[in-house]
Each structure stands twice: as structure tokens, then as C-alpha cells.
């Protein structure tokens, strides 16, 4: 029995949910995968997959050797890769962690583009505002909105830079007024972030000073999308980046509030990075995806 072979599809069986499945994504023949299975649960002494007629689903063993043969079809992907993503082609797996709307609406788009030009790359994007731990995580880099903590364990490019505008609802400035100074903001109902604690203060710059005004409002999210539709609908003033809400200020839905102060919540820097373990730093994959990206924000 090809160990490798065997374990490749298992996880395969069990992503699919059936032999059947897993058979059509490998492209091999049904009864080759459960027999395959079957060798590994001979090997084993467990039986790792329930049979029935509708689908297959891992007993609790299974469940757990599913996790550890995931990591090991990774770190063998992972060394394959260290010998192999140094030439000219970007090929192999390159898995991208970013957050939820940056990929929704930057990258998810123009992601076939990116793949019609790099036909031996596979893509894997994994969309989560958690900040990825590269070396317990599987992600070969991660893009990262705003300040990042230097680091010789990792290297940070910065692919450009974003804006932050605060925007309202023509319907809601109508019925609330339209604020012209910062200390306004105090009397209206902003549309705040919500990372373990609410953003209290959202800081601007102010004839060359730092001014920090107490915010409120009873609108608290954690996504700024959530937080972009609610000000669509008139609920309150929100403090998001330009590419997320650049569409809707075009066509009207959203104004821009105190477009003439630079504003920063908690002073925190817009930048647009890229991160990934120095092992990478010649990385085919990661340095097409790289120029992918920068292209992306030079044609914004």
C-alpha cells in the first residue's frame, strides 16, 4: 500500500463526504478509493469511515487521524515546495490568508485573472480578520491591514496604502444635519468597530494636531461590511476604507463626511502588507501573488 497515496484519499473521502466524491475529484475510479480507505483501516486496526448507502462520515478516530493526515499532506506540500517554487513559474499551492471584505471585494473579483495568467498555481484563500500565526497556521503568507509588528521571524512588504473615510446616508445627514468639525461627531450616532471592545475614539488631524473625539452609538459590529450596510440605510456615521466603500460614494448611496480632516481610528496606520516566513523569501507563488496584489491597488 502507497501510504502517501492512501492517506491522500482518505482526507479526500472525508472533505467529500463519500467515496463517490472523493473518486471524481481525484479522478480515479470509486471502488480504487474505498479500497484504498480500506488498506489504511487493515493497516490501522480502526475503522476510520462509517458506511451507508447516502454518505460516509469518520468515526472519531477518523476525525482525529483526518487532522493529523491533513498536517502531513501540508508539510510534505511545504517541502516539496521549498525545492521546487524557486524558478521562473510560479506552480504549486500557495495558501493566502486575509480578511473577510479586503478578499471579498479586492481579490475575489480579479482571482480567475490571476489564475488564467499562472496556470500551474493553485490558490487557496482563507478569509478570516484573525490575525494567522504563520508558523503554527497553515498559510505560506498572509495580508495584513494596518500597523504590523516588526519582526526578524517574518518579513513584511508593504504593497500600498489605504484611506479611511467617515461616510453617512444622504437620508441620514438630511434628518440629522451634516457635521463640519470633528468635535461634531460626539452628537450623532457613529457606526463603530467592535474587536473584543468598542472603539470609543476615533482620532483626527487637526491644524497639524492629533485630536481624539468620543464617539457613540448603539451600532456595533465587528465586520465592516455589517457596519458599511447599516450606514447605506441611514443608521449612522461610519468610519470605513475607501476600497470598501469607494463604490457606494460614487454612486450616491454614501457621502463623505469631513472629507478636508485626515482621520485614523486610534491613530493606527493604513497600509496594505504582506507577510510570510523569511524560508519564502524566493518564492515563486509568493512573489506573483505580490505583484498580483500591487496591481490590484495601482489600478484602484
Same mark, same amino acid.
Given at each position: 500500500? =502507497?501510504?502517501?497515496?492512501?492517506?491522500?484519499?482518505?482526507?479526500?473521502?472525508?472533505?467529500?463526504?463519500?467515496? *463517490?466524491? #472523493?473518486?471524481? +475529484?481525484?479522478?480515479?475510479?470509486?471502488?480504487?478509493? %474505498?479500497?484504498?480507505?480500506?488498506?489504511?483501516?487493515?493497516?490501522?486496526?480502526?475503522?476510520?469511515?462509517?458506511?451507508?448507502?447516502?454518505?460516509?462520515?469518520?468515526? =472519531?478516530?477518523?476525525?482525529?487521524? $483526518?487532522?493529523?493526515?491533513?498536517?502531513?499532506? =501540508?508539510?510534505?506540500?511545504?517541502?516539496?515546495?521549498?525545492?521546487?517554487?524557486?524558478?521562473?513559474? &510560479? +506552480?504549486?499551492?500557495?495558501?493566502?490568508?486575509?480578511?473577510?471584505?479586503?478578499?471579498?471585494?479586492?481579490?475575489?473579483?480579479?482571482?480567475?485573472?490571476?489564475?488564467?495568467?499562472?496556470? #500551474?498555481?493553485?490558490?487557496?484563500?482563507?478569509?478570516?480578520?484573525?490575525?494567522?500565526?504563520?508558523?503554527?497556521?497553515?498559510?505560506?503568507?498572509?495580508?495584513?491591514?494596518? *500597523?504590523?509588528? *516588526?519582526?526578524?521571524?517574518?518579513?513584511?512588504?508593504?504593497?500600498?496604502?489605504?484611506?479611511?473615510?467617515?461616510?453617512?446616508?444622504?437620508?441620514?445627514?438630511?434628518?440629522?444635519?451634516?457635521?463640519?468639525?470633528?468635535?461634531?461627531? %460626539?452628537?450623532?450616532?457613529?457606526?463603530? $468597530?467592535?474587536?473584543?471592545?468598542?472603539? +470609543?475614539?476615533?482620532? $483626527? *488631524?487637526?491644524?497639524?494636531?492629533?485630536?481624539?473625539? &468620543?464617539?457613540?452609538?448603539?451600532?456595533?459590529?465587528?465586520?465592516?461590511?455589517?457596519?458599511?450596510? %447599516?450606514?447605506?440605510?441611514?443608521?449612522?456615521?461610519?468610519?470605513?476604507? =475607501?476600497?470598501?466603500?469607494?463604490?457606494?460614494?460614487?454612486?450616491?448611496?454614501?457621502?463623505?463626511?469631513?472629507?478636508?480632516?485626515?482621520?485614523?481610528?486610534?491613530?493606527?496606520?493604513?497600509?496594505?502588507?504582506?507577510?510570510?516566513?523569511?524560508?519564502?523569501?524566493?518564492?515563486?507563488?509568493?512573489?506573483?501573488?505580490?505583484? $498580483?496584489? +500591487?496591481?490590484?491597488?495601482?489600478?484602484?
Amino acid at each position: 500500500m =502507497d501510504k502517501f497515496l492512501a492517506l491522500n484519499m482518505f482526507v479526500e473521502t472525508v472533505r467529500c463526504g463519500g467515496y *463517490s466524491a #472523493a473518486a471524481r +475529484k481525484l479522478g480515479l475510479a470509486t471502488s480504487s478509493v %474505498a479500497r484504498q480507505v480500506a488498506a489504511l483501516e487493515a493497516e490501522l486496526g480502526v475503522t476510520l469511515i462509517t458506511r451507508s448507502t447516502r454518505q460516509n462520515h469518520p468515526t =472519531d478516530q477518523g476525525r482525529a487521524y $483526518f487532522d493529523n493526515a491533513v498536517a502531513i499532506l =501540508d508539510a510534505l506540500a511545504s517541502a516539496d515546495s521549498l525545492v521546487t517554487d524557486r524558478g521562473s513559474e &510560479a +506552480k504549486g499551492k500557495l495558501r493566502v490568508s486575509v480578511p473577510v471584505e479586503f478578499g471579498r471585494r479586492v481579490i475575489a473579483p480579479h482571482l480567475g485573472d490571476f489564475l488564467a495568467r499562472h496556470p #500551474a498555481l493553485e490558490v487557496s484563500l482563507n478569509l478570516s480578520d484573525e490575525r494567522v500565526d504563520l508558523f503554527r497556521e497553515p498559510a505560506d503568507l498572509a495580508i495584513r491591514l494596518g *500597523s504590523t509588528v *516588526s519582526s526578524d521571524d517574518v518579513i513584511c512588504a508593504s504593497l500600498g496604502h489605504f484611506q479611511r473615510w467617515l461616510v453617512a446616508s444622504p437620508a441620514y445627514l438630511h434628518r440629522q444635519g451634516t457635521p463640519h468639525q470633528p468635535d461634531e461627531l %460626539a452628537h450623532h450616532a457613529c457606526l463603530r $468597530f467592535d474587536y473584543g471592545g468598542p472603539m +470609543k475614539h476615533w482620532q $483626527f *488631524s487637526v491644524d497639524g494636531q492629533c485630536v481624539a473625539v &468620543a464617539v457613540q452609538g448603539r451600532m456595533l459590529s465587528n465586520n465592516a461590511d455589517v457596519l458599511r450596510q %447599516a450606514a447605506v440605510a441611514g443608521q449612522g456615521v461610519a468610519l470605513l476604507a =475607501d476600497w470598501l466603500v469607494a463604490d457606494d460614494v460614487q454612486h450616491g448611496r454614501l457621502l463623505r463626511v469631513l472629507p478636508e480632516h485626515a482621520v485614523a481610528p486610534a491613530a493606527v496606520d493604513a497600509s496594505i502588507n504582506l507577510v510570510y516566513l523569511p524560508i519564502n523569501r524566493e518564492s515563486s507563488r509568493i512573489k506573483a501573488f505580490s505583484q $498580483f496584489i +500591487k496591481g490590484l491597488l495601482s489600478a484602484a
